[in-house]
């Protein structure tokens, strides 16, 4: 049977995944022009920290209801679930405060 909650649970991390390289193309395009240092490189590690969380619901979609269940226990599955989007998306909001902050300090 077809684990469809843990399949469509992946579709909100890949969008995550993708909204950082977008973010990492942008930044960088804006980095060249205004000649800021390479920070935009942290979107992309937020993207790989965020989609190796994703490599790892993937190898348990078909599992069975029994492994999810072990896997709630196991701190190693608790990181790979949780912490590493949490450190990703952390990641990509510092580097995003970091490149466009300027947008909001603008007035008038």
Same mark, same amino acid.
């Given at each position: @049977?077809?684990?469809?909650?843990?399949? #469509?649970?992946?579709?909100?991390?890949?969008? *995550?995944? +993708?909204? @950082?390289? =977008? @973010?990492?193309?942008?930044? %960088?395009?804006?980095?060249?022009?205004?000649? *800021? $240092? $390479?920070?935009?490189?942290? #979107?992309?590690?937020?993207? !790989?920290? !965020?989609?190796?969380? =994703? /490599? &790892? %619901? =993937? @190898?348990?979609?078909?599992?069975?209801?029994?492994?999810?269940?072990?896997?709630?226990?196991?701190?190693?599955? &608790?990181?790979?679930?949780?912490?590493?989007?949490?450190?990703? +998306?952390? /990641?990509? !909001?510092? +580097?995003?405060?970091?490149?466009?902050?300027?947008?909001? &300090?603008?007035?008038?």
């Amino acid at each position: @049977m077809a684990d469809w909650a843990g399949l #469509f649970g992946l579709f909100g991390n890949i969008s *995550i995944v +993708v909204a @950082m390289l =977008v @973010m990492g193309v942008l930044s %960088r395009r804006l980095g060249d022009v205004t000649r *800021i $240092p $390479p920070y935009y490189r942290g #979107f992309f590690a937020s993207a !790989v920290l !965020v989609g190796l969380s =994703v /490599l &790892a %619901r =993937v @190898m348990n979609i078909g599992r069975g209801l029994e492994t999810a269940a072990s896997i709630a226990h196991d701190p190693v599955w &608790a990181v790979l679930y949780v912490g590493l989007p949490a450190i990703g +998306v952390s /990641l990509g !909001v510092a +580097v995003a405060w970091r490149y466009w902050s300027w947008l909001l &300090a603008e007035r008038g």
